[in-house]
Each structure stands twice: as C-alpha cells, then as structure tokens.
C-alpha cells in the first residue's frame, strides 16, 4: 500500500480517515492469513492502531467497522440521483411526487433516526405530558440523539433549546410557525432555557436585500415569534448582525467552526462554488455557533458543557451535521436535533410554502376572507372532478393539501380521523373539506395578529438584551 505517514493523517476528513482504517484493517488480516514476517505485521498493526486514534481524534467517536461517520457524507443531491428526484437542501425543496418528499428516504440519506413509537411513548414517561400531535402524527419525524437529552434530562442535567429563523421578508406564512409552536411545547414541557437566532446576516448574503432592510425583517419577525407565546424569562432571541458585535464568546465560537471545516467540506455538503461570495461560504459557521452553550456566556455563566436540542425542518439538516462534526474536535458536545417535515405548498406538496409567492402562502397578515380565496382557489385538491365520481371512487388525502393543512393545525384527533374517513370514501366534498380548512385557520390567523398587536419595542428590546435568564448555571 502507498505509505501514508502518521503526520498525513490530520488532512484527512472523517470519512477519508474511515477508509483508510478498514484499509489498514484488512491488510492486517490479510498479512495475518498469509503468516507473513512478525515485523511487517506488527508495523501495519501499529499504523492501524494510529489511524484509529486519528479517527476518533477527528471524529470524537470510536471506529465502528461498517458504520462510516455520517455527519460528513455529502448528500448525493444532485440530479439524476439513484435514489429518486427528491431534492432538499437549505434552500431548495422539490419533488415530482404529490404526497411530498419521500421522508424514509431522507432519512437513510441524511443518516439521522426516524422518531418512532418508542421514542414518543419515552417522551411521554419521561415529562408526564401528552406528545405533541407533532410528534403524534410524524411532523417531527426524525432525530438525531433525542435518547441522550432524555438521559439528560432524566439525570436532572441541564439542557437548552435552540432554533432560528432567515427572515427573508417582513411577512411570515402559517408554515413559519410549526418550529416556534413546538419549540414552545417543548420548552413548557422541559422548562428550559431557548435561544432564538435570526439569520439577517445569511438573508442580506443570499437574497436581493440591504443590511437595512435585512435587519427590519428580523426586528418585524421576531414579533411574530413572539407573539407565539414565549416567556422573556426563559428566552433570548437574537439577530446576528446585532449580537455578533456585543458578545466575544459568540464570535470566538464562530472563529473555532472556521477553523475546523475546510472548503472542501462545505461544497460537498452545501454545494458552493468558486464563485460564491466568501460570505456564504464562512455562513455555515454563524448557524453553527449558537450550538455551543458558550456563545451565550450571559445564560450559561461561561459553561461551555450545556449540551443543545435544536427543533427545526430537515432542510436545515446539513448545517448540524457539520456542527456535530466539528463539536468533539473543539471540546464541545454535539447538538441533538429533532427534524420536522417541510409546510407544503398551497398548490402540492411538490415543494413547500414559500413567502416569495404569495399565491402558495397563507400569510399571518392574511385577512379572513384573503384565507377564504386563497384555499379555494390554489389549494391542491386530492377530491375527484366531479360530484359524481367523488361520491363512487372518494378522495385522496395524501395529496389533498387542504387535509394537509388540517394534520397541522388541527389538534382533535378524533375529528382529523372522522375528515380522513369522510374525504377518503366520498361522502366529504372538496368544497366542504376546505371550509373545514377556512374554518381552522382564519381564527389561528386573527389570534396571532391580535397577540402580536400587543408586542411593544419595548419587549422586543428586552427580548434581544443578552441577560441572565431565570436559570441558575
Ligand atoms: N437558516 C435558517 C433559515 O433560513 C435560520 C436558522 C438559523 C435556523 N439557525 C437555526 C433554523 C436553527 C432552525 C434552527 O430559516
């Protein structure tokens, strides 16, 4: 084999070092079957012995024959992938399948783990409440390392929730709300501390938008998360182009994930190019760092051992697999996540909402009759074309995005099952299944513009001033 020398081996990525250890490992067996000389087995045994140490000095993890490290896989995205032509990273979600993405799928692909009964039933043992219909009905549908939080929180450690939002525009859709409306359940029923990060500084990078406008977006949508419910004792909720310039713990974080990825790295796992801005590039370490509880020194009373929960959708996936890669290399621990299916368009679930067109949103400034027109004219029906032949054949709830939408917002069990039967045999007409829809959603939308009427500058000020919470550290 080609001489690699010990010192080579830091070059190498995790899944590079991977090869090279089941390499080495077979030639040992192999010198070994041979009954070659006593020296050259003991010297490919040694270099054996330092590839694993290299590996789980990159990797923070003992080598496992036949499990390659995940987090640094690139996702075989690209078109004409063997696997289907579901495409999902950051930015873009599509399909040519009208149930959605193929979520199993992306699940091997990702390498993360699916939330499974066990999982849910633990969840429910553990804080004594009800799971989330979330959790209930797979939109949190995949995980990575949940089962170590609930170690965690059962040993009475401390843990802490973090997610985010690119405020792309002033107005937010219903969709928006799913990763606040969880993580709010999430932190009633952990009673931990949230960190909410508002990326302006990715949105002025990647859109068409001033550093102005970037940061009034953040300001208008932190309202809007806000008005979710959240307590300002228990929560800090940030805009990076604001936060970065207060706090040297945030920014020597960030500082610490440049050094460890390399570009490489961050084009096989986000696609860049040679022409994208250098901005983007370092982005992914911005995102990064909130994971660490040390970026928040106010909260943590400089503890850099807090471990992190981040909720968010599985498009935001590639950055965390990153950041778990890189934890263990700069003394921290990885963040544990848990994935939530993306809010699907109004015209299919061939792509998600998003609030670039209005015509595939229903936005929380939305009045109730905008809510009325928008569902019936866009939103993609599963029903059959005529009265006649849904009564005989029904519908089909898995492509109906009306019945979509009611999976999400919808909380009564019972009723969501009675619509499913009743759409599904014909004896519910589309007509009637969206004014069910209507019905749902223009008091969801009226009771967020009435609570966001009440949030001042003022709590969101207090909001955004790094301060201690009600946690002691
Ligand atoms: N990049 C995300 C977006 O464009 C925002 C974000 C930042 C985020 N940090 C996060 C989302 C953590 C979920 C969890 O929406």
Same mark, same amino acid.
């Given at each position: 084999?080609?001489?690699?020398?010990?010192?080579?081996?830091?070059?190498?990525?995790?899944?590079?070092?991977?090869? @090279?250890?089941?390499?080495?490992?077979?030639?040992? $067996?192999?010198?070994?079957?041979?009954?070659?000389?006593?020296?050259?087995?003991?010297?490919?045994?040694?270099?054996?012995?330092?590839?694993?140490?290299?590996?789980?000095?990159?990797?923070?993890?003992?080598?496992?024959?036949?499990?390659?490290?995940?987090?640094?896989?690139?996702?075989?995205?690209?078109?004409?992938?063997?696997?289907?032509?579901?495409?999902?990273?950051?930015?873009?979600?599509?399909?040519?399948?009208?149930?959605?993405?193929?979520?199993?799928?992306?699940?091997?692909?990702?390498?993360?783990?699916?939330?499974?009964?066990?999982?849910?039933?633990?969840?429910?043992?553990?804080?004594?409440?009800?799971?989330?219909?979330?959790?209930?009905?797979?939109?949190?549908?995949?995980?990575?390392?949940?089962?170590?939080?609930?170690?965690?929180?059962?040993?009475?450690?401390?843990?802490?929730?973090?997610?985010?939002?690119?405020?792309?525009?002033?107005?937010?859709?219903?969709?928006?709300?799913?990763?606040?409306?969880?993580?709010?359940?999430?932190?009633?029923?952990?009673?931990?501390?949230?960190?909410?990060?508002?990326?302006?500084?990715?949105?002025?990078?990647?859109?068409?938008?001033?550093?102005?406008?970037?940061?009034?977006?953040?300001?208008?949508?932190?309202?809007?998360?806000?008005?979710?419910?959240?307590?300002?004792?228990?929560?800090?909720?940030?805009?990076?182009?604001?936060?970065?310039?207060?706090?040297?713990?945030?920014?020597?974080?960030?500082?610490?994930?440049?050094?460890?990825?390399?570009?490489?790295?961050?084009?096989?796992?986000?696609?860049?190019?040679?022409?994208?801005?250098?901005?983007?590039?370092?982005?992914?370490?911005?995102?990064?760092?909130?994971?660490?509880?040390?970026?928040?020194?106010?909260?943590?009373?400089?503890?850099?051992?807090?471990?992190?929960?981040?909720?968010?959708?599985?498009?935001?996936?590639?950055?965390?697999?990153?950041?778990?890669?890189?934890?263990?290399?700069?003394?921290?621990?990885?963040?544990?996540?848990?994935?939530?299916?993306?809010?699907?368009?109004?015209?299919?679930?061939?792509?998600?909402?998003?609030?670039?067109?209005?015509?595939?949103?229903?936005?929380?400034?939305?009045?109730?009759?905008?809510?009325?027109?928008?569902?019936?004219?866009?939103?993609?029906?599963?029903?059959?074309?005529?009265?006649?032949?849904?009564?005989?054949?029904?519908?089909?709830?898995?492509?109906?995005?009306?019945?979509?939408?009611?999976?999400?917002?919808?909380?009564?069990?019972?009723?969501?099952?009675?619509?499913? @039967?009743?759409?599904?045999?014909?004896?519910?007409?589309?007509?009637?299944?969206?004014?069910?829809?209507?019905?749902?959603?223009?008091?969801?939308?009226?009771?967020?513009?009435? $609570?966001?009427?009440?949030?001042?500058?003022?709590?969101?000020?207090?909001?955004?001033?790094?301060?201690?919470?009600?946690?002691?550290?």
């Amino acid at each position: 084999m080609a001489n690699v020398q010990i010192g080579d081996f830091c070059s190498l990525n995790p899944l590079e070092l991977f090869q @090279q250890v089941t390499a080495q490992g077979e030639k040992v $067996r192999s010198l070994k079957a041979e009954k070659a000389a006593k020296d050259e087995i003991d010297a490919a045994v040694q270099l054996l012995l330092s590839l694993k140490l290299s590996y789980k000095t990159a990797t923070g993890e003992d080598y496992k024959a036949g499990s390659p490290p995940t987090e640094f896989a690139p996702i075989s995205n690209g078109p004409g992938d063997a696997e289907g032509d579901d495409f999902v990273d950051p930015w873009t979600v599509q399909t040519s399948n009208a149930k959605g993405v193929d979520y199993d799928k992306l699940i091997d692909r990702f390498g993360s783990s699916k939330i499974d009964k066990d999982l849910i039933n633990r969840i429910e043992r553990i804080t004594g409440h009800k799971p989330h219909h979330f959790l209930r009905r797979g939109i949190f549908f995949s995980h990575r390392d949940m089962n170590q939080i609930l170690d965690t929180y059962e040993n009475k450690k401390p843990f802490y929730l973090y997610t985010g939002r690119g405020p792309s525009s002033e107005a937010m859709h219903v969709g928006h709300l799913i990763p606040f409306i969880f993580t709010k359940w999430l932190q009633d029923v952990f009673n931990v501390p949230l960190v909410v990060q508002l990326t302006d500084d990715e949105k002025y990078l990647w859109k068409d938008l001033t550093i102005e406008k970037a940061y009034q977006y953040a300001i208008e949508n932190i309202k809007d998360i806000i008005a979710c419910g959240f307590d300002v004792n228990k929560t800090f909720i940030f805009s990076d182009l604001h936060y970065l310039g207060l706090s040297p713990g945030f920014y020597k974080n960030i500082v610490k994930v440049q050094k460890h990825v390399t570009f490489n790295q961050v084009k096989g796992i986000f696609g860049f190019t040679d022409s994208d801005c250098i901005g983007k590039i370092s982005f992914p370490a911005i995102q990064a760092a909130p994971s660490f509880s040390s970026s928040f020194p106010h909260i943590f009373n400089n503890r850099e051992d807090i471990q992190c929960l981040i909720p968010c959708a599985i498009d935001q996936d590639p950055y965390f697999r990153m950041t778990r890669d890189v934890a263990p290399r700069i003394g921290y621990p990885k963040p544990a996540l848990l994935h939530s299916v993306f809010f699907p368009a109004l015209q299919g679930a061939q792509t998600k909402m998003s609030a670039s067109d209005p015509n595939s949103s229903i936005f929380l400034t939305d009045t109730p009759k905008q809510i009325k027109t928008k569902i019936n004219k866009h939103a993609f029906s599963g029903g059959k074309d005529t009265i006649e032949e849904h009564r005989k054949y029904g519908g089909n709830c898995e492509v109906d995005v009306s019945y979509m939408y009611l999976s999400f917002f919808l909380e009564d069990d019972d009723k969501l099952e009675q619509i499913k @039967q009743a759409y599904t045999s014909g004896a519910l007409l589309t007509g009637e299944l969206k004014k069910m829809l209507i019905e749902t959603l223009q008091p969801l939308v009226a009771t967020h513009q009435q $609570r966001r009427k009440q949030i001042t500058d003022e709590m969101v000020k207090e909001f955004m001033t790094p301060r201690k919470l009600a946690f002691d550290f």
